[in-house]
């Protein structure tokens, strides 16, 4: 499941290091390149619904694999294209198995993983994710130039499509079972999980006791999640979600192109200078990750809100005129909403039962693709009007309604799921 994360990133930052070339080559305008990259979101939006919606109807490791699949095989289908019209419609398709493996994937992961240190357990896992997109810094400033733009998308294909299958023959999360009612299967998923770690500590209700009476077996439905003790919970973490990714995905779209046109600097450098965002992510992430069951999810995340608000402040102050800061501004701030993408990732199916939890996370992450297709989006516009200052005052303002959002988080560590969401 992790090599699936792994390739999921890949996929969804690769056209990022494409832009450079194919805006040149041709001949896109700011309004094309910013099409181009919210297409994906959107596609990405649609298919964390649709197989948040499946993960609970056929479970999670099914869902997890067709998603896969489909992102593999556009992948390979983006490589094949030879104009932006082509190009626009394989993103959008891609972006839907994108969209539909990393909540899967998180519900999935989240309901293996011990209360005790889940945080840690969990973002040590999750971490896969921003590694993924280092990667792609890495080998796309490498590859683009070398090898040309296709092989970018070809480098997230092949290997996609044998992650699916290797995924379609994993075990079931037992969660998932005993909310369906199969507890003999989930029994013997959790004495295989027992046998394979030197730990022996005997569930305090034994699995072939129904965990959910008759009412809440069935498959729980989405008005459930704006209703009753969930409604704040999925409102608050809904704006979490939005304004995270908006900043995050809007910085890591267009550095590449900024660095560019904006300040001048040749494809090799650019690419190098973007590429370090996400090894920052990496650094912060991991901080996170050793860190969070001590500091909290509320405070973590109100935290790095607050210090990428005025990292941006000081770009949109007396900055902007400066490539080197601009870059390094930019990159501590994209570090910091880095680790709250991934917490977001642990806490969002930490907040829901299990009956909603695959569904709950897939509504959630649609909000991430609604603000990372408007990122880009409202990047390229502001970029017309008010340059660089001004797109560096949107994101400390997205900043602000983020850290406001942040007050309104439950603390979840150290706590069992269904004692956090009965």
């Not at 919970?233 to 995270?244: E, M, N």
């Not at 779209?253 to 600097?265: H, S």
């Not at 992450?365 to 502001?382: D, E, F, Q």
Request: glycine content about 10%; aromatic content about 12%.
């Amino acid at each position: 499941m992790g090599s699936a994360t792994f390739f999921d990133a890949f996929d969804a930052l690769s056209l990022a290091f494409v832009l450079p070339v194919l805006s040149s080559q041709w001949q896109l305008g700011l309004g094309q390149i910013g099409t181009l990259i919210a297409a994906g979101y959107v596609g990405q939006f649609l298919g964390a619904l649709f197989f948040g919606h499946l993960a609970e109807r056929i479970g999670r490791v099914r869902s997890a694999s067709v998603a896969i699949a489909v992102m593999s095989i556009m992948a390979l289908a983006c490589a094949l294209t030879g104009n932006y019209a082509a190009l626009l419609v394989c993103r959008f398709v891609q972006g839907i198995g994108v969209g539909g493996e990393v909540p899967v994937a998180a519900t999935y992961i989240n309901e293996l993983s011990p209360a005790q240190h889940r945080g840690r357990f969990f973002l040590l896992y999750e971490l896969i994710f921003p590694i993924g997109l280092m990667a792609t810094g890495q080998l796309g400033a490498w590859l683009v130039p070398a090898f040309g733009w296709q092989s970018m998308f070809l480098v997230g294909a092949a290997p996609g499509i044998f992650i699916a299958v290797l995924v379609w023959f994993l075990p079931e999360s037992p969660r998932w079972l005993i909310h369906q009612g199969r507890h003999a299967e989930a029994e013997k998923i959790v004495m295989e999980i027992e046998a394979s770690t030197a730990r022996r500590e005997p569930p305090p209700v034994p699995l072939t006791t129904p965990a959910v009476s008759p009412k809440t077996s069935q498959p729980g439905g989405w008005r459930e999640l704006i209703s009753g003790n969930y409604r704040n919970r999925t409102l608050i973490v809904w704006v979490l979600w939005f304004s995270a990714y908006l900043v995050a995905n809007g910085l890591n779209n267009w550095l590449p192109t900024l660095y560019t046109t904006v300040y001048n600097l040749d494809l090799k450098s650019a690419l190098r200078y973007a590429s370090l965002t996400n090894v920052v992510q990496v650094v912060v992430t991991l901080a996170c990750a050793l860190l969070v069951d001590r500091v909290g999810r509320k405070r973590w995340a109100a935290a790095c809100y607050l210090g990428a608000g005025g990292l941006f402040l000081t770009v949109w102050w007396r900055a902007a005129d400066s490539v080197f800061a601009v870059g390094l501004f930019a990159t501590l701030g994209y570090g910091l909403l880095g680790s709250v993408n991934v917490l977001l990732y642990l806490y969002t199916p930490e907040i829901y039962p299990t009956r909603i939890r695959a569904v709950g996370t897939g509504l959630a992450t649609a909000w991430l693709r609604l603000g990372s297709s408007a990122g880009p989006a409202i990047v390229g516009s502001l970029m017309l009007v008010g340059g660089v200052p001004s797109v560096f005052l949107m994101f400390a303002a997205v900043c602000g309604l983020g850290l406001a959002a942040s007050f309104g988080m439950i603390e979840t560590r150290n706590r069992k799921l269904e004692e956090i969401a009965p």
